[in-house]
């Protein structure tokens, strides 16, 4: 067996990797990080969120949907600018969104 290393960044707590538009987004929990890797080119591109963050997700209107400490938000990869949704168990401050995805 062989395994290949993808990109440089190395995640303290990578998960929830997600393939879309010829790239691969996944987040990097401890480090508070979204991130993209194009593997075409190598490029890779990072977006601290402030805050452990579980999951990413494709926005349909653009952009991308995350979900973690606070609850959900809208990540505008262009700019880096979050626009907080709200948190569902705002009265649980414990818990977080560890993982999730969206169907279409």
Do not use: Q
């Amino acid at each position: 067996m062989e395994i290949d290393l993808a990109g440089n960044y190395r995640a303290k707590w990578g998960e929830g990797p997600i393939w879309w538009e010829g790239s691969l987004y996944y987040v990097d929990i401890e480090d508070h990080k979204v991130l993209r890797l194009d593997p075409a080119s190598g490029e890779e591109e990072r977006w601290e969120v402030g805050e452990r963050v579980g999951t990413v997700v494709p926005r349909r209107g653009g952009g991308l949907v995350i979900a973690g400490e606070s609850g959900f938000a809208f990540l505008d990869p262009g700019s880096g600018e979050l626009s907080r949704l709200g948190d569902p168990e705002s009265d649980k401050p414990d818990n977080r969104f560890n993982d999730g995805k969206c169907s279409p």
